[in-house]
């Protein structure tokens, strides 16, 4: 039973290392454009599409695929950003949310266009049995996600808080206005800052398609739909709630579904994710800030 | 003893009922060209081939129902009785509920859902209750 | 009229249910993703009981709507404080709640020998009604647009009234509308409420429609979809969301022309049609200027 607990919490703290990143990718890109980006996971699919199908075609390493990965994603992402962000900056919020919609309808069927199958294999992160630790198991691949999600959340703190850049994104995220009047670049900050939100997203990705070995179109969906989760979890526009949110959720899912099953697990998550909304809506990592 | 042949009696008496539902199968064969299917489908009633039934086949998907607009085909009889022959042409490969509307000595409506891929299509096997981790 | 026409007008038109029932929340100012709950709760009350205890439809059609209702003041009430991004995630997190309710739902009974009922992830299949009472697809096409016209109908009397302007200065600036002596958390209570019936109102239409019903049919595309068809078609009018339906899966589907690559035409019209029109198509600009050409 114990035994059990801590099996559990290793994995959620897994599979919420992954989460993490997403919700830290939207994140970004909420708390800095206030805009709800709904083709944030179809990009990353299409990251993750454009690497299998170069693997399919032409055989790559674990490193080839990752980068591929990556740059399909932020040229997603850049496409998303010029068609739905850019031209509604100063104009209404949900008309932009639509577009983004609009255009994870175009992502998907792109995708699905090009690699019909409804799954493909992807190569797997690690190849080779799980470690033992005691009585635990723990997949190298566990180990490797947990990793590199530390160090990019440390690359990512560094760029927010060591570089003029990410002083710029600060004095964005608190005061938009008066970063605007001081003479900050809002169109290439938010222009940037998807890029970074699109990085991150796709190695949250890569991470969870080469570990689970398999990419289905349904990716798209799914890692929106965790990484608003979370983020919402840990605290809305916060970028340590969202890490905290991803690891938060993680948690749930994986002592929820031991106990009762995939369903309950998911139900879990959404109950306790309305129940924080009606009673707290600024999440539980947040304090003041309020919602926009 | 009288309770069990009471049971039987109630079980004999509402078998014509439920044996009066038509069921059906589906064999679909990938034609080449995206995503047109031939299919070949077998009716039955209470285990016998339902020869002489209009059926008008169409086809959606789980998810997003009524979004997905395929062309309704009207099945021809096929070589056997009960079996008739209709080309399906979808949008995608995946997991669609064929849809069998039945005119004729049975008016019915069948949702099959079959897994079509670039070979054909695989009956979907879902199972009750997901098992535990 | 062919089969593939009865078919797209029949989508369209249960569609527009939804899309109606999203836009009423709209212009009051909230944003749901999650009126494809109560279009499921609709779909499995009246299956529920045309199909297992031999209610009529218009009974059950009314029993769903108050069921609808009910569903939609159980999120609506803890949601009251909660706007825009919250308010979206609260619905989206409830409608999945209730998905899988349906989910785990097993609820059969035997009937006429045959075990009917909703079996989880299995469905819920034999909702004969149309079968039972000799309704055919051409008729029951003509249902569904007789009862969306009643709805148009009562929309249409309820914009030109005091009741459609009260409701649409919640949307636009809540706090005048407090302060001018609008009992603002009973009438948004009201709309909630009136959404969740209109949506399960679909949902009756669609069960019997498509005499079989899964969990898998109320999940999130639905509610997005719906809430996009109502944004892209336009907020100035009830006919708003109906065009929204009709430009996606009228035109859009109905043409050959687009085979395999509709989604990708849809996207990139809507996408593009937004950055000039943001507010959709007939946007409260076109409708006031429609109307002082027209009257």
């Known amino acids: ?292 | 003893m009288a309770k069990s042949a009471l049971f039987l009696i109630l079980a004999l008496a509402s078998l014509p009922a439920a044996a009066q539902r038509a069921q059906a199968e589906l064999e679909c064969r990938f034609t080449g060209t995206d995503f047109v299917y031939d299919c070949l489908i077998r009716l039955k009633r209470a285990g016998e081939p339902l020869p002489g039934a209009s059926i008008t086949v169409g086809a959606d998907m789980p998810s997003m129902p009524m979004a997905h607009n395929i062309r309704p085909v009207k099945a021809k009889p096929g070589k056997n009785p009960g079996e008739y022959l209709a080309r399906l042409d979808l949008e995608m490969r995946g997991e669609w509920a064929v849809k069998l509307r039945l005119a004729g000595p049975v008016k019915d409506q069948l949702i099959l859902h079959y897994d079509f891929d670039e070979k054909g299509a695989r009956p979907v096997i879902r199972s009750g209750r997901l098992p535990r981790k | 009229m062919d089969d593939y026409t009865i078919g797209v007008l029949t989508n369209i038109g249960l569609f527009s249910f939804l899309a109606l029932s999203a836009y009423l929340l709209l212009i009051t100012g909230e944003m749901s993703f999650g009126q494809q709950a109560f279009f499921g709760i609709g779909a499995y009350c009246a299956g529920i009981l045309t199909a297992m205890y031999g209610v009529s439809l218009p009974l059950a059609a009314i029993a769903a709507m108050a069921l609808g209702a009910l569903a939609a003041l159980l999120v609506g009430l803890p949601t009251l404080r909660l706007k825009g991004l919250y308010f979206a995630m609260a619905t989206l997190a409830a409608a999945e709640m209730i998905r899988i309710l349906f989910e785990l739902l097993h609820f059969q009974r035997t009937v006429e020998g045959e075990l009917l009922g909703p079996d989880g992830t299995q469905g819920f299949r034999g909702i004969r009604w149309v079968f039972e009472s000799g309704v055919e697809p051409l008729h029951y096409l003509a249902l569904i647009y007789v009862v969306l016209a009643v709805v148009l109908g009562l929309f249409a009397w309820i914009e030109r009234s005091r009741l459609g302007a009260t409701l649409r200065s919640l949307g636009q600036d809540p706090e005048l509308a407090a302060s001018l002596g609008v009992d603002v958390n009973r009438l948004k209570l009201g709309v909630a409420a009136a959404a969740g019936a209109l949506a399960a109102l679909g949902g009756v239409l669609y069960a019997h429609h498509n005499t079989y019903i899964e969990p898998r049919n109320f999940d999130i595309m639905l509610g997005i979809h719906s809430l996009a068809y109502a944004l892209i078609g336009g907020l100035g009018t009830t006919f708003g969301p109906l065009l929204g339906v009709v430009v996606d899966i009228g035109l859009v589907e109905g043409s050959r022309v687009f085979e395999g690559y509709r989604m990708i035409v849809f996207g990139g019209l809507v996408a593009v049609l937004l950055v000039f029109r943001p507010r959709g198509l007939l946007d409260e600009r076109v409708v006031h200027w429609l109307r002082a050409r027209f009257s």
């Open chain 1, 1 to 292: 039973m114990f035994v059990d607990l801590i099996q559990n919490t290793l994995d959620g703290l897994t599979s919420g290392a992954a989460y993490a990143l997403l919700a830290v990718g939207f994140t970004l890109i909420f708390g800095v454009l206030r805009r709800v980006n709904l083709s944030y996971g179809p990009a990353i699919m299409f990251g993750c599409y454009a690497a299998t199908w170069f693997h399919v075609h032409f055989q790559g390493g674990l490193l080839l695929l990752a980068v591929i990965t990556i740059a399909g994603t932020v040229l997603a992402g850049a496409y998303v950003e010029r068609l739905c962000f850019a031209p509604h900056r100063d104009g209404s919020a949900i008309a932009a949310m639509v577009a983004s919609f609009a255009l994870w309808m175009q992502l998907e069927e792109l995708a699905i266009l090009a690699m019909p199958k409804h799954l493909y294999a992807f190569p797997a992160l690690y190849e080779g049995r799980p470690l033992a630790l005691g009585p635990f198991s723990l997949r190298v691949e566990a180990l490797l996600m947990l990793l590199v999600t530390v160090a990019t959340c440390v690359a990512l703190h560094r760029l927010l808080y060591r570089s003029r850049f990410g002083l710029a994104v600060r004095a964005v995220i608190e005061q938009p206005v008066a970063a605007q009047l001081a003479g900050i670049d809002l169109p290439g900050i938010f222009v940037r800052i998807f890029a970074v939100a699109s990085l991150v997203g796709a190695i949250a990705g890569y991470l969870i398609v080469s570990s689970s070995e398999q990419v289905t179109p349904m990716l798209g969906m799914w890692s929106t739909l965790k990484g608003m989760l979370a983020m919402m979890l840990g605290g809305l526009g916060s970028l340590p709630g969202a890490v905290l949110g991803g690891l938060a959720l993680g948690l749930i899912e994986a002592h929820s579904q031991w106990f009762f099953g995939p369903q309950v697990r998911d139900l879990t998550a959404y109950l306790l994710l309305f129940i924080l909304l009606a009673l707290r809506p600024s999440g539980l990592w947040t304090t003041t800030r309020s919602a926009s």
